[in-house]
């Protein structure tokens, strides 16, 4: 069992930056990463990192501005989000899995319950 809670959303200007932060309780043993779903949308991946951090992938969209991270110590995964823009306003969700990293939504067991970030323009 993995716990998971998000926390460092908030209202940015664009080309602002935020720090999402998820703070896992229960075991490290786990491949994490990031969704985030618009208002009306569906929940999109954003980037994920393997436990011991030597994989990682983003989505196009935010490839070159975002920055996954994770410091098992403090059993923390990050997401750095730089130059951010309007389209990036959602609900981030930080998510884990057991045995290998995933872009695709339907493999990740545990779920945060979600931190909002708004990006005006």
């Known amino acids: 069992q993995v716990q998971l809670v998000e926390s460092g959303g908030g209202l940015v200007q664009a080309g602002g930056s935020l720090r999402l932060s998820c703070a896992a309780s229960?075991?490290?043993?786990?491949?994490a990463g990031w969704f985030r779903q618009a208002p009306g949308k569906e929940r999109e991946f954003v980037a994920t990192?393997?436990?011991?951090?030597?994989?990682?992938y983003y989505a196009d969209s935010v490839k070159g501005r975002f920055a996954i991270s994770r410091d098992n110590v403090k059993n923390t995964v990050y997401l750095q989000m730089n130059s951010l823009k309007p389209e990036d306003t959602a609900i981030y969700y930080c998510?884990?899995?057991?045995?290998?990293?995933?872009?695709?939504?339907?493999?990740?067991?545990?779920w945060g319950q979600g931190t909002q970030v708004t990006v005006s323009s």
């Open positions: 229960g075991s490290t043993f786990f491949d």
């Open positions: 990192i393997s436990r011991r951090s030597g994989t990682i």
């Open positions: 998510a884990a899995k057991p045995w290998g990293v995933s872009t695709t939504l339907h493999d990740y067991k545990y």
